[in-house]
């Protein structure tokens, strides 16, 4: 990617360098021939308009007329309708009487003015020739020629000039690319290295943030990413450390009790029933928390079971049926304030679970002869359900804390009453997947109250219309 960079900005630098040596010489070249073409088109046109009053075209009639005109510098060569020369201004190798078969004195001869200039480097040649008019008709060619090495001479300078001042520019440039294609290079290296210690798992690794280009963009979005694997990675080792925690608890109780009903001997069918009961209550509680990891890894997986319509009302009053043994047992009374019609889309199966694990908590985490209010309402194209208790609440501190994994207020409550620290965080994870917001309220030795909002379907119908 170096190489291409750098190649890119010397096709560059190199391209305007061109296109700057060949501009300016090329206007300067172009300005010369015009004011060559002006002066020498003028003269012809004079020596032509001249030549057009004699009454015959003669070596004698032609040399009579140059000679009252002042031909200067440059040469003049005036030929009849034959192209036969009939006067040469050139003194030394004069070419009167020889034939000038060239494109000036044959396109003079058709009627046309005429002119070339071209640049050999070492001077500027150019002629312009007209016609001889007598009679209406082309009698004989004027030709004007004029070589300038003076002006080539400049032109030649400022082409060199040009170029040299084009050489250290482009080694000047070609430097100046290298660096700045290996700056570069070097930040895309850096990002690869830590996009490479990312990748074999070492999240907490960060790419240095410097500078205000896309280069530093990028990077503070690889961190961002790599903080979410980091904490992604850690939620990861707690749960598995947790989890590995919570299992081995029950496990541990079932060995001893295995281990304590094969090694008696002689033990009363009394003591083995309580010994079988406590198993079973222990297998009970490691098939609740297998269940509630498999809904987690299933919400964690982004599967989950279709959403239809739900009638949030029927859910709570069926949670409430079911839950109203656990609550008499504890002396737990349960109010519903129910409003009929309060339809959301979501599953049903994960909707009742919303409904049954907040009023199972609060039915759990009560005091004797306490109360659980459940109220329910559509307003403003939001169902909204409050589940409020008289129970112990929760500390401050820990509010914040209550929907992450394996977390336990009152750790040893919780295990006493056979919590896995998995419910609240299925209830989070289960509202936020069906568009729902999930709040909680807490003072200590007076209550907690959760609030659980979802979008109702009357509001969906109408967004969807």
Known sequence: ??????????????????????????????????????????????????????????PETAAHVMSLL?????????????????????????????????????????????FYAENSGDAITSVASCPIMIGGVPAGAVCVYDTD??????????????????????VIGVGICVIISRIFGRKISELLETMRTVRDGDYA?????????????????????SGHFEAVENMRRRFVSDASHELKTPLAS?????????????????????????????????????????????????????AETVDLTAAVERAGRMLEPLAAQQRIRIELELEDGCD????????????????????????????????LYD????????????GIGIPAEDVSRVFERFYRVDKARSRAEGG???????VYDAVRRYGGNITVESEQDVGTRFTVVFPSLKRREGAEK
């Open 1 to 58: 990617m170096q190489l291409k960079m750098a190649m890119v900005y010397i096709a560059i630098v190199i391209g305007v360098l061109a296109a700057l040596n060949y501009y300016p010489v090329s206007v300067s070249e172009e300005f010369v021939f015009q004011s060559k073409q002006d002066a020498l088109s003028a003269r012809a046109e004079l020596y032509s308009s001249t030549m057009s009053g004699v009454d015959e075209l003669t």
């Open 70 to 114: 002042d031909a200067e510098e440059t040469r003049v060569l005036v030929t009849d309708h034959r192209m036969r020369v009939l006067y040469d201004s050139t003194q030394g190798q004069s070419l009167v009487g020889s034939l000038a078969l060239l494109g000036e004195t044959r396109a003079a001869l058709e009627g046309n003015d005429y």
């Open 149 to 170: 090495m003076s002006r080539a001479a400049l032109i030649a300078d400022l082409r060199r000039n040009f170029r040299g001042v084009s050489v250290v520019v482009l």
């Open 205 to 225: 690794c960060r790419a240095e943030e410097r500078g205000d280009d896309e280069f530093t963009y990028l990077a503070k979005e690889l961190n961002a990413l």
């Open 254 to 306: 079932i060995k001893l009790l295995a281990d304590s009903m094969v090694q008696s001997d002689d033990v009363p069918a009394d003591t083995m029933r309580e010994f079988a009961m406590d198993i079973a209550e222990e297998t009970e509680r490691l098939d609740r928390l297998a269940e509630r990891m498999l809904d987690i890894t299933r919400i964690d997986a982004g599967v989950a079971d279709p």
């Open 344 to 375: 959301i889309f979501a599953s049903e199966d994960y909707a009742y679970r919303v409904v049954f694990n907040l009023i199972e908590n609060a039915i759990k985490y009560n005091r004797p002869e306490g109360e659980v209010r459940v109220y």
């Open 379 to 390: 307003k403003d194209g939001e169902v909204t359900l409050i589940i409020q208790d008289t």
């Open 420 to 426: 896995s620290g998995l419910g609240l965080s299925i």
